[in-house]
């Protein structure tokens, strides 16, 4: 294009071009004045052209407005000096203003051969599209400059290039691998001595591009990912551009996603500065834009968003998806993680709703794996339908022994709390009995039908030796909480014992079996009959004990029947406390699975049901 004799200069808000001849042509645009002249305007540009029509006939002076110009007076600019011949250089960072005020101001093909919008989009085909920079550069740029970019069917164009190419080896496509430094030449070729080798550099890192498009704004990045999921980018690869995005513009996030961040280049290569976002709408399009994943750190990003998510309090569709998220793989979630502190007026340490919304998702998410869990026959190593199951019962009671110092929690969120997994879960009620003790102990003011009502929640038949031990001498429960668990350990050791008679029962009718074979082979008859001995002996100290165990119930019993007044009441519960601990357990009792043969009178009264099935030493 040749060069003309005509230079374009500015005065105030004024744009005049010294050709020498008086303007007939006054163009506004955003309050800049272009004072120009009809006859190069109108042989390129129709919308110029259509409008001087309609004025054709007036007297008025020829003064046009354009409004909603894209690329506003810098994009008019550059049209009017393409129109004028002026020489104009297009570059990555000015493209897609030059091509979308082309388009507006209906610079086609009709009016002129080689208009502006056919050699932009030439320009487009030829340079943009081959290269991953100025991709990146030409988005970049266009949201600063235009309001409506992310429309323009170009920008789609560009889009699906990028997501082609971030499944492509960088390497490819000219863009040179900073981990080679010096080594490699301007084409991404691998030199030795300075000498091109011809060997392209293989990238073996997936998320090299994630710091590349974390200089796009929200909508275009969310037009990015959407682009990228529908090409079929791996769901890994799209997580973890969102987790690094979500991190550059989130303050306070990255501690929830150590170890996260992406092994990439920086940007001082692109001379770009960060996009400017809305923290509240960035949030919200990344809780739309995140995959249906599972993994400990992933759940543990999620958990951090949510944290963010309550403090800059974005929608309530936003929590919940979140909160319904972090549900669906609770087992992967840890203490601190669900340890959130409350951000609402509430009194309480910690936000204890949202978690307690969080396992009804994780319930609701496991119906099937819950019908079918029995945890006498619980076995992670042969049950994989059990182990998240087993987790989460876990990682709920170490959370109340947590949450329970909270002065503020209240009795009847307490237990709602310890209620909120059913009972099948828990193979043991270790945990709820020191979440409640602990609870106890930071609320001693709580009156005592307030502690019956939370200690009647526990199943004591699922209590193990230690936890039943400590039991018994509590002095922060209940008496008849007390009575209770002590009536369970009664009840233990009688049918401990029943067992252990009927299996040597079992024994001495088994040997002339076909154990005999094997107890010949190894010790030899006068080692059995040595053994069988010892065994007997033991079952009569056995009986013996169980019998004065059985008197000392009987009388506690009746003292506990002559009790009249509160003080004898206290004494009867310390001489209570001092027969029992003066008990010892016997060393050789085995495990086994109890079944009671009745409730007690007490626990009948306090709970309608408790299961009879326990682990025991």
């Known amino acids: 294009m040749a060069r003309r004799a005509c230079r374009f200069y500015r005065q105030g808000d004024d744009w005049f071009c010294s050709t020498g001849l008086p303007s007939d042509i006054v163009i506004e645009v955003e309050g800049v004045f272009f004072h120009l002249h009809k006859f190069p305007l109108l042989s390129k540009c129709g919308k110029i052209a259509h409008m001087v029509e309609q004025l054709r006939n007036t007297k008025e002076d020829m003064c046009l407005t354009l409004v909603g110009c894209p690329g506003g007076p810098d994009a008019f600019l550059f049209a009017a000096q393409f129109c004028y011949g002026v020489r104009v250089e297009l570059t990555p960072k000015n493209i897609l203003m030059v091509y979308s005020a082309a388009e507006y101001l209906e610079m086609t093909e009709q009016f002129d051969e080689e208009n502006l919008l056919a050699v932009a989009e030439s320009f487009f085909h030829k340079v943009i599209f081959h290269s991953w920079k100025d991709c990146i550069l030409a988005l970049h740029r266009s949201e600063n400059s235009i309001s409506n970019a992310e429309t323009l069917h170009i920008v789609s164009k560009c889009l699906n290039a990028l997501s082609t190419m971030a499944c492509t080896d960088p390497s490819l496509f000219g863009w040179p691998m900073m981990m080679y430094g010096s080594l490699q030449s301007p084409g991404g070729s691998i030199l030795w001595n300075g000498i091109n080798t011809g060997a392209r550099i293989r990238a073996s890192l997936s998320d090299w591009w994630f710091e590349d498009i974390s200089c796009l704004g929200v909508p275009m990045f969310k037009r990015l990912i959407e682009t990228m999921k529908e090409r079929g980018i791996r769901s890994e690869n799209i997580a973890g551009a969102l987790m690094y995005y979500s991190r550059k513009y989130l303050p306070g996030l990255d501690r929830w996603q150590s170890g996260q961040a992406g092994r990439t280049r920086s940007l001082a290569s692109f001379a770009m500065a960060p996009a400017s976002v809305d923290q509240k709408l960035l949030l919200e399009s990344v809780e739309k834009l995140l995959p249906r994943k599972k993994g400990k750190s992933y759940c543990r990003y999620l958990l951090g968003l949510l944290r963010v998510a309550m403090i800059l309090n974005v929608c309530q569709q936003c929590r919940d998806s979140l909160e319904r998220r972090i549900g669906m793989q609770l087992e992967w979630a840890t203490l601190d993680g669900l340890l959130i502190p409350n951000f609402s007026d509430s009194d309480y340490l910690y936000d204890t709703d949202c978690v307690e919304r969080i396992i009804r998702h994780f319930l609701s998410s496991q119906e099937l794996n819950i019908a079918l869990f029995s945890p006498s026959s619980f076995n992670p190593a042969t049950s994989p339908t059990s182990s998240p199951l087993s987790k989460v019962a876990k990682l709920i009671d170490s959370y109340l022994a947590e949450v329970a110092p909270d002065v503020n929690l209240k009795p009847k969120k307490m237990q709602s709390l310890l209620l909120v ?62 009575l209770q668990v002590l009536f369970f350990e009664q009840l233990r050791l009688r049918t401990a014992l029943s067992h252990c008679l009927h299996a040597s029962e079992s024994d001495d009718a088994a040997i002339t079996g076909d154990m005999a074979g094997q107890l010949l082979q190894r010790d030899g008859w006068v080692s059995l009959v ?21 008197l000392e119930f009987v009388n506690i019993k009746q003292e506990m029947g002559r009790v009249s007044r509160p003080h004898d009441l206290i004494n009867s519960t310390r001489v209570i406390s001092r027969k029992l601990g003066c008990m010892p357990v016997p060393k050789d009792l085995h495990s086994g699975t109890i079944e009671s043969t009745g409730p007690s009178p007490r626990r009948s009264i306090e709970r309608p049901y408790l299961s009879h099935q326990s682990s025991h030493r």
């Open 421 to 482: 997994l059913p009972e099948s879960l828990r193979s043991l009620d270790d945990g709820l009995y020191g979440a409640l003790d602990i609870y106890f102990k930071a609320h001693p003011w709580l009156p005592e039908k307030e502690r019956v009502q939370l200690c009647s929640i526990i199943d004591y038949g699922k209590l193990s030796i230690e936890a039943c031990t400590h039991a018994s001498h509590n002095e922060r429960l209940p008496l008849r909480i007390i």
């Open 530 to 550: 040595r053994e069988n001995r010892v065994l007997r002996v033991d079952m009569e100290r056995m009986r013996s004990r169980v019998r004065k165990l059985e």
